[in-house]
């Protein structure tokens, strides 16, 4: 399982609907709007 960067939840890979590549990682989203969170300002939800 990954784990949704923005919410904390856990996506599974295989059939996750919301990913978005950022410096060569992929990332998993619950939802559209984590997503787009995440686009928005990826450095604010990575350490
Ligand atoms: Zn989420």
New binding site residues.
């Given amino acids: 399982m990954a784990i ?6 856990e ?1 599974d890979e295989e059939t996750a609907k ?1 990913v978005t590549e950022y410096k060569g990682r992929n990332y998993y ?3 559209p ?3 787009k ?1 995440f686009e928005e300002k990826p450095e604010k939800y990575l350490e």
């Fill in positions: 949704d960067p923005v919410c904390k939840m996506v919301h989203f619950c939802a709007g984590c997503k969170a």
